[in-house]
């Protein structure tokens, strides 16, 4: 049976189905269930997509998180780094500073006089520095004629008291005060002079300022080229060995009397002269070495020079026979000699050989045989200021 409210949702459900009936025909509500399927289909496709997004967006994002953590951490471990360093840095130093006392003792600065750094000054600037070789011009030589100094009074860092003098300190260098100044003196030049001058201080005897020196006909060379040639290489081995070298010159065109040769030595304050030569006589057969040197009555030396002198000859001699195997000779002190008499140190003139000899003259012209005699004097050098 069917009762009134029944009755009206009959009544209604009958009204919709008209409705439908008038909107889709008689198969409205097929269509409207389809119509509300796809709704449902695109409402669940717009959910998933935005569904889809979020993912993508999410995992965009945690990449970029990471992304930012890593660079984060090794900031940080850079950071870190180098504080590190810094504090290593800051402990080494410290850890200097409390050792240097002990492990580099700064050496004591020396104490000098006004006068005596005067002296120091004065004697540097006259002879350079300790193993290296100079080249003094005859204008030198007269610009520092006023220096007296010999070694002796050039101030030693061990004598000096530094409680002397207050305020002046200089602190030592490495290098120390040159001690063994060696003249070199390659005898002759490229031209004679022909002028005279006196063979001594205030001696009335006049000589030629410089002859021409020896020719060697079985080797070609003149004499000067061949004692140029070997002083140059003595100057190698002496400074070599720690000498201080000045020579008198280093090319052949140059114009230098004797007594300028010796004053040379003296400006440098050279603690011995050596005079390199060759010798010549008219008999061929004639060789062997021989030094010149003052004779005991030499009245412009004082005694202790002289026998100084003498000694020298004897030690440049024997040692460059000993290295060449050439024949010692007598040698020869006279009184005669410009380049001796105007020295103020001991002096020696070394003929090193006979150019009228055709076996010493190959020999003193060969390589082989310069570099012989160089390392004979230098030894002669060295023995002579071991005695
Ligand atoms: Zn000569």
């Not at 350079?128 to 610009?143: E, M, P, R």
């Not at 002046?168 to 002759?188: A, E, F, M, Q, Y």
């Not at 000899?357 to 023995?383: K, M, P, R, W, Y």
Request: proline share 4%.
């Amino acid at each position: 049976m069917m009762c009134y409210t029944d009755s009206i949702r009959v009544q209604k459900s009958l009204y919709w189905e008209v409705r439908m009936k008038k909107l889709f025909g008689s198969n409205g509500l097929s269509v409207a269930m389809i119509l509300v399927g796809v709704l449902i289909l695109a409402a669940s496709g717009i959910l998933i997509g935005m569904q889809v997004g979020n993912s993508m967006r999410q995992s965009a994002y945690e990449e970029e998180l990471a992304q930012k953590r890593e660079y984060e951490a090794k900031a940080q471990a850079e950071r870190e780094a180098a504080l590190k360093a810094a504090q290593e840095a800051a402990q080494a130093e410290a850890a200097q500073n409390t050792a240097a006392p002990t492990a580099t003792p700064i050496p004591a600065d020396i104490t000098m006089t006004t006068e005596q750094l005067a002296a120091a000054a004065e004697a540097i600037k006259g002879v350079g520095v300790a193993g290296t070789s100079t080249v003094f011009s005859y204008a030198d030589a007269q610009k520092n004629a006023g220096i007296s100094l010999s070694t002796e009074d050039v101030p030693q860092p061990e004598g000096t008291d530094a409680a002397q003098t207050p305020g002046i300190t200089i602190t030592p260098t490495p290098t120390p005060l040159p001690s063994k100044i060696v003249c070199i003196d390659p005898g002759h030049q490229a031209e004679e002079m022909t002028d005279t001058e006196p063979n001594g201080p205030n001696s009335t005897e006049m000589k030629q300022k410089v002859t021409s020196g020896a020719y060697g006909e079985f080797s070609g060379k003149n004499e000067y080229e061949i004692n140029l040639e070997v002083s140059l290489k003595l100057r190698d081995i002496l400074v070599s060995r720690g000498y201080t070298v000045v020579m008198t010159r280093e090319t052949h065109d140059v114009t230098i009397s004797n007594v300028e040769r010796a004053q040379i030595a003296t400006a440098a304050n050279a603690n011995i002269f050596i005079r390199i030569h060759c010798n010549d006589v008219d008999e061929s057969e004639v060789n062997g070495v021989l030094c010149y040197g003052p004779a005991s009555d030499n009245t412009y030396l004082p005694q202790e020079i002289i026998e100084n002198s003498q000694r020298l000859c004897e030690v440049l001699r024997d040692n460059q026979c000993a290295v060449t195997g050439q024949k010692a000779l007598n040698n020869l002190y006279q009184n005669d000699m410009t380049g001796i008499n105007w020295a103020s140190m001991p002096v020696s003139i070394v003929e090193m050989g006979f150019m009228s000899n055709e076996t010493e003259d190959l020999f003193l012209a060969s390589e082989e045989g310069q570099n012989q005699i160089a390392e004979g004097l230098a030894n002669g050098v060295d023995a002579y200021f071991a005695g």
